[in-house]
């Protein structure tokens, strides 16, 4: 059974950290991209991270660089988002993507709340 599950999320006070996992079942990360996206309340789903498939190229978006970084470990078929910095505007359900070709797979979520 092919799936993709997220960990790490929970409450975190601003400016504190957190290191989310995407980790793959039933098929291997390595070949495939992978994007984080975040869904903050009442809004929709954006990418916020991604890492290539090939030469493990990064895109951040604006509002997480220099914060956020995303690596990958094929060995272990999971890749990460670290999370630094957090700010209460991080708040919202993260979701990793895998995608290659027609194959395009997502996790459930996890929540990450940033809050004093």
């Known amino acids: 059974q092919v799936q993709l599950v997220e960990s790490g999320g929970g409450l975190v006070q601003p400016g504190g950290s957190l290191r989310l996992s995407c980790a793959a079942s039933g098929f291997t990360l390595d070949g495939y991209a992978i994007g984080w996206f975040r869904q903050a309340p009442g809004k929709e789903r954006e990418m916020i991270s991604c890492?290539?498939?090939?030469?493990?190229?990064?895109y951040y978006a604006d509002s997480v660089k220099g914060r956020f970084t995303i690596s990958r470990d094929n060995a272990k078929n999971t890749v990460y988002l670290q999370m630094n910095s957090l700010k209460p505007e991080d708040t919202g359900i993260y979701y990793c993507?895998?995608?290659?070709?027609?194959?395009?797979?997502w996790g459930q979520g996890t929540q990450v709340t940033v809050s004093s």
């Open positions: 890492i290539s498939s090939s030469d493990g190229s990064t």
């Open positions: 993507n895998a995608a290659r070709g027609w194959r395009d797979y």
